[in-house]
Every structure is written in structure tokens, then in C-alpha cells.
């Protein structure tokens, strides 16, 4: 792959190790770096020094073997501070299968079932209506045919959108009346004033048009976001406190969560945009939304990770729902979340499965390199991206930190990762 020529940056080398969630032992010998991972760094550090990234960690691994743990770039590029090994991402849409599997645990619990109405625990979706005709001030709408249900929140097929998916009447109507959470992703300066609170967010959800009727075609959307909202009120625990005490804890995600405090500051990136001209400061950590204690606890796009932490959390699912001997979700409710159920259109260039908060790999989107077949996955707006696949007990990992393009990195990603796991 081709990249620009820019300036060059220094990059940590590959590490390669053996043993579980990504850590590499103290004190074992370091192996020689297979060709595919020199190949891998090789790529990414061409990415950084030609300004589509400014870093990246990949961790690629197979029955809890670390295959590749490759770290180039920096967190920091213009004050030339290196990406330590241990930063902390804005995981943005990562985080939605997070949510999800916390969904499919209150399922097990028998706390909720998938074909509950939404509105069961969110009275503010009764009598919620769908767009039919007309602009964003002269709408016509009709009555929804059916309630939303869990299962439809699970797959984007709610007929909720996001403010910045399209510009329909419905997509200017959340833009017009605050229909959003505060975040850098896809925010215009005209927009209305963001909802304050996740109960703020679900009642303007709940006044606003649907896009689409309720079960019929996938939708990406804040349907996730309203998972994290059921969450809350079946388990009478706010959301970050579910989290850290179900999967947090219990995998040892000792640097996941909704905040970072001063102690965490230092080794949370930087935040780029990408442009013609390469990258350029969206956010600085210091002023993140991400400091603010108050704000909206979104689980479908506002927790922050490290590579490592988020690799426990992959390599459970692709051992069917255990991590070292701890079970945290049935092998079947993983399963099913794999299943593929919707299509996927509209967003990217394939036109993929989809299943309780996963994209679901094909050949086509292989041969594409967005995804290798038979494999769930998701990404998120600063291009984190992850994949699992269950029946080789592998997963692949990339963290990285920029809005827009992030060049070839996921592609380049995935062939190594598929070369290195094998059949």
C-alpha cells in the first residue's frame, strides 16, 4: 500500500508474547516477529509518517496466544509524545457491543425478554409515530404498526436514526431540537442544544419521528444508547456502575469506563480529524467531554478503553462467554449474537449481516478486506475496530485515535490477522 510522504515519526517496536488478554509475561524472552507482524508495523508506521494516522496499537490473537502486539506513533503528535502501550481510546460505537452483551446477561437473569416492548421500560415510546411526507416544520406522520421491542433495538432496526446519518426531515428534526448527546462526532454549529441527561435523550427520542416502521429494515442509529437507558431502569443501577460491576470487574478492565480522571490523563490520546491535508486536533484530552462527571452515560458511543482491556472483552466472546475460567455469558446468548438477522444497508460499502449488535463477516466484505467472513465485529468513529471469530478462537484488535479516514489500517489489519491465525 501507497501512502503519502510526510515526516517521519518514531514508533515502538513489535512485541510478540505469549499468554492471555494481551500482556506480555515479565521477564520472558521476546520472540522474533513474524513476517506478517514486521509486514503489519511496517504499514502502520507508513500510515503515521504520512499523516493518516497519527498512532495505532494492534493486538492479534489466538487461543489466547498474542500473535502480533504491534504499537507505532504517537498520542500526542505535535508535542511528540510516543503512544504508550497502555493509552486510554474513545471507543465511540465500540462500546455498543458492550451494551449489548450487558442486555443479553439482564435476558439470562430473566430481567427482560427480547421481544419485550421497548416502551415496558421506557414509557416515553408510547404512542410514538413514523415520518411519512413533508419537511422538517410541515411533517406528516403515522402511527407506529407495531412497538419498538429489545430485539429491534439490538439490531438498528428501530426505526431511531442518528442525527448524523443523513439529512432526511427526520435526521434535520434532530438536529433542530437537540436530538443527540454532546459529542465531536458529526456536530454542526446550528444544531439544537444536546440532551443533558440519558432520561432527557430518551424522552426527546420518544417526541421525535421514527425514521423507518419498527422491525422492518436496519437503521444506525441511538438504539444502543436506549439499551443503556432499559439497563438502568431494570437494574436500578446507573449504567456505569452496571457495567464496572457485571463486565468490567470481572474481566480485570481495570481502565475501561464513561470518565477519565486526572491520574488516567496522561495516557488518554489525543483526539484527530482527518482532511485532505492529513491529520488535525479535533479534541484535546483535557477538554474532553470524557472529564466531565456529569455527562451523558451513552453505551452506545462514549466509554473509553486501553487495547488490553478491550482484548479481554473480545477474547471472552470468542471463548463462547468466558474469560480464565469465569463465565460471564451462556455460549448460546453468544451465539446469538452472532446469528446474522438484518442487512446491513447503508452504511459502508458492503452491504453486510447483521446481528445483536455485530456485523457479520461474508466473502464479499473478505474480499473487500473491510472484514474476514464468518466473523462478528464493529468499529467505532475514531476507527477502533475489532473482530472476533469464534470458530478459530481468534480475535483481532486495532486502537487508534482519528475522526474520518484512517487510510488502509483496518484493511492492512486484516490480512495480517488472517494470515497469522491460520486455519
Not at 520472558?28 to 507508513?46: D, F, G, K, V
Not at 430473566?110 to 411526507?133: C, H, T, W
Not at 473480545?314 to 462467554?321: C, F, P, S, V, Y
Request: glycine fraction near 10%; proline fraction near 6%; charge should be positive.
Amino acid at each position: 500500500m501507497k501512502w503519502r510522504r510526510g515526516w517521519v515519526a518514531l514508533a515502538a517496536p513489535v512485541l510478540l508474547s505469549g499468554g492471555c488478554a494481551g500482556l506480555t509475561v515479565a521477564g520472558a524472552p521476546r520472540q522474533i516477529p513474524a513476517p506478517q507482524a514486521s509486514q503489519l508495523r511496517t504499514e502502520l508506521q507508513a500510515a503515521v509518517d504520512a499523516r493518516a494516522i497519527p498512532g495505532a496499537i494492534v493486538i492479534i490473537a489466538r487461543n489466547g496466544k498474542v500473535l502480533a502486539d504491534v504499537t507505532v506513533g504517537w498520542l500526542d503528535v505535535e508535542k511528540r509524545v510516543p503512544l504508550p502501550r497502555d493509552a486510554i481510546f474513545r471507543l465511540y460505537s465500540m462500546s455498543k457491543p458492550i451494551t449489548s452483551v450487558a442486555i443479553m446477561m439482564l435476558v439470562e437473569r430473566g430481567k427482560l425478554r427480547l421481544d419485550d416492548p421497548a416502551e415496558k421500560y421506557l414509557p416515553e415510546f408510547r404512542n410514538m409515530r413514523v415520518y411519512v411526507s413533508g419537511g422538517v416544520d410541515d411533517m406528516v406522520t403515522e402511527p407506529v404498526r407495531r412497538p419498538i421491542t429489545i430485539a429491534d433495538l439490538l439490531t438498528h432496526s428501530s426505526g431511531i436514526t442518528y442525527h448524523f446519518t443523513g439529512n432526511t426531515p427526520v435526521h434535520q428534526f434532530y438536529r433542530k431540537y437537540g436530538v443527540m448527546r454532546d459529542t465531536p462526532v458529526g456536530r454542526m454549529p446550528t444544531d439544537g442544544t444536546p440532551a443533558h441527561s440519558l432520561d432527557e435523550l430518551v424522552a426527546r427520542i420518544g417526541k421525535a419521528p421514527l425514521l423507518l416502521q419498527p422491525g422492518t429494515q436496519f437503521a444506525y442509529s441511538y438504539s444502543t444508547t436506549m439499551l443503556g437507558a432499559i439497563i438502568e431502569r431494570v437494574s436500578g443501577q446507573r449504567l456505569d456502575r452496571f457495567l464496572e460491576a457485571n463486565l468490567f470487574r470481572p474481566l480485570g478492565m481495570k481502565h475501561s469506563g464513561f470518565f477519565i480522571d486526572d491520574s488516567q490523563l496522561p495516557k488518554f490520546t489525543v483526539l484527530y480529524q482527518s482532511g485532505k491535508d492529513g491529520i488535525t486536533v479535533n479534541e484535546q484530552p483535557a477538554k474532553s467531554d470524557y472529564r466531565d462527571r456529569n455527562r451523558l452515560l451513552d453505551g452506545g458511543g462514549a466509554i473509553a478503553a486501553t487495547a488490553d482491556d478491550y482484548l479481554r472483552f473480545a477474547e471472552m466472546l470468542a471463548n463462547g462467554g468466558t474469560l480464565h475460567g469465569r463465565r460471564i455469558l451462556s455460549e448460546a446468548s453468544v451465539d446469538a449474537m452472532f446469528t446474522p438477522r438484518v442487512k446491513m444497508a447503508g452504511l459502508g460499502p458492503q452491504a453486510m449481516m447483521f446481528g445483536y449488535g455485530f456485523s457479520i463477516g461474508d466473502e464479499a466484505s473478505a474480499a473487500s478486506g473491510m472484514q474476514p467472513a464468518g466473523t462478528a465485529s464493529w468499529s467505532g468513529s475514531g476507527n477502533t475496530y475489532f473482530f472476533v471469530d469464534r470458530r478459530r478462537k481468534a480475535v483481532a484488535l486495532l486502537m487508534t485515535h482519528v475522526l474520518g479516514s484512517a487510510g488502509a489500517a483496518r484493511v492492512d489489519v486484516n490480512r495480517a490477522a488472517m494470515q497469522l491465525i491460520g486455519n
